[in-house]
């Protein structure tokens, strides 16, 4: 089984930065993307940062020039640097993944249990 563990999140003033971290455990052959996602209260989840292990990374518009994602493909992490946080970052931040545990068997979905931001004065 695979499991992913978020860590990272908390509460940040408008303007402020933090450093989420996705680490991926478990039964891995091999990981074809790694990417973020964040919901916010009454909202749908939407894609916050994409990043296949070839391929282009991409964006939401909201958040384009203030976030960066990044991978550390040798401790199958992801990481997403927020920069200059505005309260509508505020969102509960998931990390998924496609990754290949059985290469009989395919590519599987996974989802962390998210962790929490909160951008407030």
């Known amino acids: 089984q695979v499991q992913l563990v978020e860590s990272g999140g908390g509460l940040v003033q408008p303007g402020g930065s933090l450093r989420l971290a996705c680490a991926a455990s478990?039964?891995?052959?091999?990981?074809?993307?790694m990417d973020w996602y964040r919901q916010a209260p009454g909202k749908q989840r939407e894609e916050v940062a994409t990043m296949p292990i070839r391929g282009i990374t991409n964006y939401a518009d909201s958040v384009k020039g203030r976030f960066t994602v990044s991978r550390d493909n040798a401790k199958n992490m992801v990481y997403l640097e927020m920069n200059r946080l505005k309260s509508e970052d505020t969102a509960v931040y998931y990390c998924y993944a496609r990754i290949l545990s059985d290469p009989l068997k395919g590519f599987s979905d996974y989802w962390g249990q998210g962790t929490q931001v909160i951008v407030s004065s």
């Open positions: 478990g039964s891995i052959f091999s990981i074809y993307a």
